[in-house]
């Protein structure tokens, strides 16, 4: 058992029976008062965010968590199925562990995959993917001087804001945090 000075923000932990992933963790020390540690934890299964204010040196129990780098392969309805490298093995991932963010894999991207006792428990892709635009409107001529978007296709499907001078032949590299525009890739 672990206690509450060896939590940090991205720990695991099994609070209340449930697995939770740490997202904010400070330590307190009011006036007069005993220090304590206040919590905002996001439960894994659920999705759902909960508070907890923790004494100093209360015992947590944290989880024991394997991250393996995989390759994502394919779509196979609500899950994702990726390969390890080392044994072979695929793996379905839920979709939903993924966000938003799994519109902007591909075939063959490395994808990091968290397990706990060989149950799935997070998954997130690159920060950042670089796609080929498979459709955009043809920007105007002159018309560079204000910051101003167009929506482009990637090769993947997914519609992401460009700048004006971006083509359809161009490749872009996009946030998959944000879902938005970083470079243009040459």
């Known amino acids: 058992m672990a206690n509450t000075g060896d ?25 007069n008062l005993r220090a304590f540690y206040q919590g905002k934890m996001r439960n894994l299964k659920t999705g759902k965010t909960l508070e907890n204010r923790f004494r100093s040196g209360e015992e947590v129990e944290i989880a024991r968590v394997d991250y393996k780098t995989m390759e ?3 779509s196979d309805g609500e899950n994702l199925i990726c390969m390890d490298h080392e ?55 002159g018309d560079t001087a204000t910051n101003t978007l167009k929506p482009a296709t990637l090769e993947n499907g997914a519609v992401v804001n460009v700048p004006l001078f971006v083509n359809d032949t161009d490749r872009v590299k996009v946030d998959t945090r944000t879902g938005e525009y970083v470079e243009r890739v040459k």
């Open 7 to 31: 939590v940090s923000v991205g720990t695991v932990l099994r609070f209340n029976g449930e697995l939770c992933q740490v997202v904010e963790w400070q330590h307190r020390t009011p006036g």
């Open 72 to 74: 994502y392969l394919y």
């Open 87 to 141: 044994t072979y093995e695929q793996v379905p991932v839920p979709q939903e562990l993924f966000g938003n963010s799994f519109k902007f894999l591909k075939e063959g991207m490395e994808v990091k995959v968290s397990f706990e006792a060989d149950e799935v428990i997070l998954a997130e892709p690159p920060t950042f993917v670089e796609l080929a635009i498979s459709y955009c409107e043809p920007g105007l001529k």
